[in-house]
Nanobody, 123 residues
């Protein structure tokens, strides 16, 4: 079992930056691939970025490629999502999730989820 807690969300103007954190407790976090997802009001939860257990592989949705960076700090049991050049369409609740195995984009393939953190980008 692993517990995930997101933080770092907030209100930012378009063009600004935020860094989200996903802190883990419980079983060894290094055993899990981690993904970030987001869900806007009335929309499905979509994949944003993923990082492998070692941190050596990452994968991004086309909509955030070049603007967002996912990373992990094994010593702190934390995965980060650095978000730059934010746009109003990035507004959503952001969730981190963990799974065994490789990076996948489908929500149903992730076993553990955090409670989410709100990101609002004003125009």
């Amino acid at each position: 079992q692993v517990q995930l807690v997101e933080s770092g969300g907030g209100l930012v103007q378009a063009g600004g930056s935020l860094r989200l954190s996903c802190a883990a407790s419980g079983r060894t976090f290094a055993s899990y691939t981690v993904g970030w997802f987001r869900q806007a009001p009335g929309k499905e939860r979509d994949f944003v970025a993923g990082i492998s257990r070692s941190g050596g592989s990452t994968y991004y949705a086309d909509s955030v490629k070049g603007r967002f960076t996912i990373s992990r700090d094994g010593a702190k049991n934390t995965v980060y999502l650095q978000m730059n050049s934010l746009k109003p369409e990035d507004t959503a609740v952001y969730f981190c999730a963990a799974r065994f195995g490789g990076i996948l984009t489908q929500t149903r393939t992730y076993d553990y989820w955090g409670q989410g953190t709100q990101v609002t980008v004003s125009s």
